[in-house]
Structure formats: structure tokens, C-alpha cells
């Protein structure tokens, strides 16, 4: 199981995003969130100002932690074996404006603000733009 404690350089949190918002939590709520054998949780980004779902990605219960704490997404990538925050390379920072977990607890859903040009790495608004069906892509 990935395990992480982001800290700064100096042993310090980071500071918060101008327009952050950190999100209140209790530790009731953070133990109904349930991980893969792996440690991870997927992550649901919808977007505040048109509903679209902007990606996907998963979170451990640190970057989960981290993502509550600062107001931003935060997220582990499995590729890399390492934390990342949306927008530390791109510019499109994610700022969340609410949280939620499922009935079942096994997925996550953040409703952010979204901004820079994109969600998806790829420079497009969503990582969903591929559609199956003769269609192929979705309308941008």
C-alpha cells in the first residue's frame, strides 16, 4: 500500500492556493472511505461550473488527507509511484468547492473549480472527449 506524508522542505504543509478552501472533515467520515488491497480509492472530478466530469484518478487515504487539507486535488499516481497535485506542471489547478463519498464508500466525488485550459493531459477541458459509436468524439 502506497503510504505518503507530503510535507515541504521545511517540514511544513504547503500553503494554500489563492481561492483554496479546505474542507472540513471528521475522522467518522474519513473511516467510512474504503481502499483497494492496494490502498487506493478512485476519484471522481466534476466540475462546479457545468457539471461535466472532468477525470478520474486515485487517491491513497494521505492524498486524500492532503486533498481535504489544502483545498485542491491531490492524487497518487500509480504510474509514477508518487503524490501529485493537479496543476503543480500544468497550471490547471483543481480548487475543490465540496466532497463527497459514496454509499458504499468505495468511491470518491470532488466538485471543483477549474482552472488553466484543461483537466485532461492531453490540453482538452475533459479526459472524457472519446466517445464510443460512430460519433467517436464528443463535441468540445
Do not use: N
Not at 486535488?73 to 508518487?82: A, D, I, K, L, Q
Request: with cysteine; net charge negative.
Amino acid at each position: 500500500m502506497p503510504h505518503v506524508t507530503e510535507r515541504s522542505p521545511s517540514g511544513a504543509a504547503p500553503a494554500l492556493l489563492p481561492g483554496a478552501r479546505p474542507v472540513a472533515v471528521t475522522e467518522e467520515q474519513l473511516a467510512q472511505v474504503h481502499y483497494t488491497a492496494d490502498g487506493l480509492v478512485p476519484a471522481i472530478v466534476q466540475s462546479e461550473a457545468d457539471g461535466s466530469v472532468l477525470m478520474m484518478a486515485w487517491m491513497t487515504e494521505a492524498t486524500l488527507r492532503l486533498t481535504l487539507a489544502e483545498g485542491r486535488t491531490v492524487f497518487w499516481s500509480r504510474s509514477r509511484g508518487e503524490v501529485w497535485r493537479k496543476g503543480d506542471t500544468s497550471g490547471d489547478v483543481q480548487l475543490v468547492r465540496s466532497a463527497y463519498y459514496d454509499c458504499d464508500g468505495d468511491v470518491l466525488l470532488f466538485v471543483v473549480d477549474q482552472a488553466g485550459e484543461g483537466a485532461c493531459h492531453t490540453g482538452a477541458p475533459t479526459c472524457f472527449f472519446r466517445a464510443f459509436g460512430p460519433a467517436g468524439e464528443h463535441p468540445q
